[in-house]
């Protein structure tokens, strides 16, 4: 049974659990000091939480990728372990934005937690804009990369977008984008769409992804597309008008969101996302380090569609 109410790891936003072959749940997420990429493994989901920690890759003290290291995800693609991430030059901050790019980190050994890393370089997408929270997924023997990006011309701090790989460390697509802030629920504080998070079941590809502010606005958003599809066509995609996951004030939830998916011992579908406690964050929220990990079941309806409930209750 989950504690859906208690965190299963302080202090740790962005967080990506995955459960791999092995019967190992891998996990990683940003650290508060933004400045490496830190895993840990265990049996259970509940043992992650008492797990040992190891960064395996630390920044280095200049350069590109040298500062504000965000959101990775582990991955394993082609018979090795990937880690894709988003890194900036520093944090500075131009035209309203910071300057993240991503990146890939590999290990082909079979404990990726105790093994060494190597820097594979950036994921180039062929747009020179800030873009962070890549994630990757395999659909009918192809292997797809999806991440949000600053779109030319458009409004906001970014939109999604999807292309297939022609491996795990090189897009063979032009970027086709899915889904951009444009409903009022994804444009409190800032116009955002990030954190995309892919789960199969009862025959579509779900995505969901986070909308607006990191502070009690941020929330979950859902679009879906038939499993038949032709995913690299936005015409396939259904976005629901209204968020699936938001701010609980009465469990004391706020701001829930950059969620992944995993699957509970016995099976079920698990929903991991991060969330706050309070709302009185002094400055910057980006810089507060209180965004919990937290755990909860994900139910299916009668419709075929996922449940997310509300952060804190079951």
Same mark, same amino acid.
């Given at each position: 049974m989950l504690n859906t109410h208690i965190p299963l790891i302080p202090q740790r936003a962005d967080p990506f659990i995955y459960k791999?072959?092995?019967?190992?749940?891998?996990?990683?997420?940003?650290?508060?000091?933004?400045?490496?990429?830190?895993?840990?493994?265990?049996?259970?989901?509940a043992g992650l939480a008492q797990a040992d920690t190891r960064m395996v890759w630390l920044k280095p003290d200049q350069g590109s990728y040298s500062d504000l290291i965000w959101a990775p995800e582990i991955h394993f693609n082609q018979g090795a372990w990937y880690v894709y991430f988003a890194a900036a030059p520093s944090r500075e901050i131009k035209d309203e934005l910071f300057q993240h790019r991503m990146y890939a980190i590999r290990c082909d050994a079979d404990n990726p937690v105790t093994a060494d890393w190597t820097f594979e370089g950036q994921i180039d997408t062929g747009i020179d804009s800030f873009c962070l929270d890549a994630t990757t997924f395999e659909h009918q023997?192809?292997?797809y990369y999806l991440w949000a990006q600053k779109g030319p011309g458009i409004r906001g701090n970014s939109n999604l977008y999807i292309a297939r790989m022609s491996d795990p460390l090189t897009l063979k697509d032009?970027?086709?984008?899915?889904?951009?802030?444009?409903?009022?629920?994804?444009?409190?504080?800032?116009?955002?769409?990030?954190?995309?998070?892919?789960?199969?079941?009862? *025959?579509?590809?779900?995505?969901? !992804?986070? $909308?607006?502010?990191?502070? @009690?606005?941020?929330?979950?958003? =859902?679009?879906?597309?038939?499993?038949?599809?032709?995913?690299?066509?936005?015409?396939?995609?259904?976005?629901?008008?209204?968020p699936v996951f938001q701010t609980n004030a009465e469990m004391k939830m706020f701001g829930p969101g950059h969620n992944s998916f995993t699957?509970?011992?016995? *099976?079920?579908?698990?929903?991991? !996302?991060? $969330?706050?406690?309070?709302? @009185?964050?002094?400055?910057?929220? =980006?810089?507060?380090p209180n965004r919990h990990t937290f755990t909860k079941i994900l139910n299916w309806d009668k419709d075929g569609l996922p449940v997310f409930g509300k952060p804190g209750q079951a």
């Open positions: 791999h072959s092995d019967g190992y749940y891998y996990f990683t997420a940003s650290v508060p000091e933004y400045d490496g990429i830190e895993l840990r493994r265990a049996k259970t989901l023997g192809e292997l032009e970027p086709v984008m899915l889904t951009k802030p444009e409903l009022d629920w994804e444009t409190r504080g800032f116009w955002v769409n990030e954190g995309p998070a892919v789960i199969k079941g009862h *025959g579509r590809v779900f995505i969901s !992804y986070s $909308a607006s502010a990191t502070d @009690e606005n941020y929330c979950v958003g =859902l679009l879906y597309a038939d499993e038949n599809a032709d995913l690299m066509d936005p015409a396939s995609w259904t976005k629901l008008p209204k699957q509970s011992e016995e *099976g079920e579908d698990v929903l991991v !996302y991060h $969330a706050r406690n309070y709302t @009185e964050i002094e400055g910057d929220p =980006l810089w507060d």
